[in-house]
């Protein structure tokens, strides 16, 4: 790790780190492709392979199961491993797996079976990125400027949420969906260029004699059960999960085939509310230096639940720019609220959080708040597909708004500063 500049006279920023620079611009590039993909997705199972509501729900659950079947191991594997390797590996293999649904589109094989086959991939690569992505941040900077470079990366894949989606609807009147797959699979490639140019002080970890694999998981696994905030923090973050997998689910159809506004108007709504969320990752430390770290997590989580409200309004309202304009306003509101929420509890899980168990307790907490998604999403699948698209979304509006009360009545409001790990 490098050393603390805890005390010192002045603080390198972040903006003239080459390590993190590069680290930094890498995640730019993969974030823009993969909204490109993530947009591609829906529009190529629903508008070309006739996808139905719970073929949307298993193609959800395939791309989110891997965090609940392979979370846990793959935090204590990262754990013995180096990390940016680790990352490396788990971009290439994205990599590969997306652009096999261009090369099966273009020979005219490509079925849905092989869209659940490479979202699945694709997630199981997703886990080991993600457990390392997070245990790294507080090994490429130092501990005081983790929240600072958690809300630069945040802000930059807000960036990519913005532009993406917006230029992938325009690139979907004019090109093909398979397209931007391929666009996606490059942006992973260079996502591992640019990490084979970062420079750190990763050594690889000391091992326990005679250490099991369960008993390191148990460890990652009991730190996240008996931290306060920390759980507190996984039961509302998984419940939200739960819920909005219900609500997002049924959003390609409820813009493509019920509102029939096209992939142009999918595209502008995810690009509305990424604005939200640029401003919230941008604003985050501002607003805690104001409003104090600990209330500033509750309050986001209730703004971003109390946003989907409008989801159902616009589907009532029926096809029309007023609709979309709905749409994109829940969106942005939800977006900025979720962002600040997430800038706050995953910088305070890196401070509390020993080094060696960085990547066990980002798994456990992985495997919990994403472990349920495919729940969720094979769920809105079969509420959507049995009781219809507006009742279900009030189920998931409904879950969202209660995932709010474990942080909303616990200590968070008394908190000022949320704790660091000498305050443990």
Known sequence: MLPSSAGSAAVVPLTRRPAFLAFWAGQGVSQLGAQLGQLALPVLAVSMLGASEMDLGVLNAASMAAFLIVGLP???????WLKRRTMIRADLVRAAAMLAVPLLSWTGALQMWHLFAVAGVVGVATVFFDVSYQSYIPVLVDRELVADANGKLEATAQVARLGGPALGGFVLTVLSAPILFAAESAGYLV????????????????????????????????????????????????????????????????????LGLGPVGLGTMLSIGSVGGVLGALTAPRLASRIGEGPLLPLGLMVGGAAV?????????????LALGILSAGEFAMSFGVIVFNVMQVSMRQRVCPPRLLGRMNASVRCLVWGVMPVGSLLGGMLGAQLGIAPTLWVGIAGQLLACLPVAVGPFFRLRRLPDAEGE
């Open 74 to 80: 793959a935090g204590a594997w990262v754990d013995r």
């Open 191 to 258: 996502s591992a260029l640019c990490l084979l140019r970062v420079r750190d002080s990763e050594t690889a970890p000391e091992r326990t004699e005679g250490s099991s694999l369960f008993h390191e998981i148990r460890e990652g696994a009991a730190f996240v059960a008996r931290h306060p905030l920390i759980r507190r923090v996984v039961l509302s973050t998984a419940t939200g999960n739960l819920f909005s997998s219900v609500t997002y689910v049924l959003m390609p159809l409820v813009v493509l085939r019920e």
């Open 309 to 321: 409200a409008l989801f159902p309004l616009a589907l009532a309202v029926g096809p029309g720019p």
